[in-house]
Nanobody, 124 residues
Framework: VQLQASGGGLVQVGGSLRLSCAASGLTFSSSVMGWFRQVPGKEREFVAVINWSSGRTYYADSVKGRFTVSRDNAKNTLYLQLNSLKPEDTAVYYC??????????????????WGQGTLVTVSS
């Protein structure tokens, strides 16, 4: 399984970005894919998750209403649309995947596969 994240960059407060995560080798019909973020010195933080088959999503309270997770079945690609960005959104964003659903989808230890991370910097 390979996950390739991209789309990070420098954006001003209130701006938008779209992150992508191209996936291969995964059994998509039963998989769960998520986005996490991490800043130096802190633990990796849950951002959003999507069940690949049902499309059901869940968000961290800190991003609810601003971020949207989605997937393109034909392209095997996961997306994270980031709107109304704040300085506290600055982090390295990682996509992650596991082959089956889990109640503990907020726990990064539950994911088997990770992308390499893409840096999002929000300037004030």
């Amino acid at each position: 399984v390979q996950l390739q994240a991209s789309g990070g960059g420098l954006v001003q407060v209130g701006g938008s970005l779209r992150l992508s995560c191209a996936a291969s080798g995964l059994t998509f019909s039963s998989s769960v894919m998520g986005w996490f973020r991490q800043v130096p010195g802190k633990e990796r933080e849950f951002v959003a998750v999507i069940n690949w088959s049902s499309g059901r999503t869940y968000y961290a309270d800190s991003v609810k209403g601003r971020f949207t997770v989605s997937r393109d079945n034909a392209k095997n690609t996961l997306y994270l649309q980031l709107n109304s960005l704040k300085p506290e959104d600055t982090a390295v964003y990682y996509c992650a995947a596991r082959s089956s659903d889990t109640y503990y989808f907020k726990d990064p230890r539950r994911y088997d596969y990770w992308g390499q991370g893409t840096l999002v910097t929000v300037s004030s």
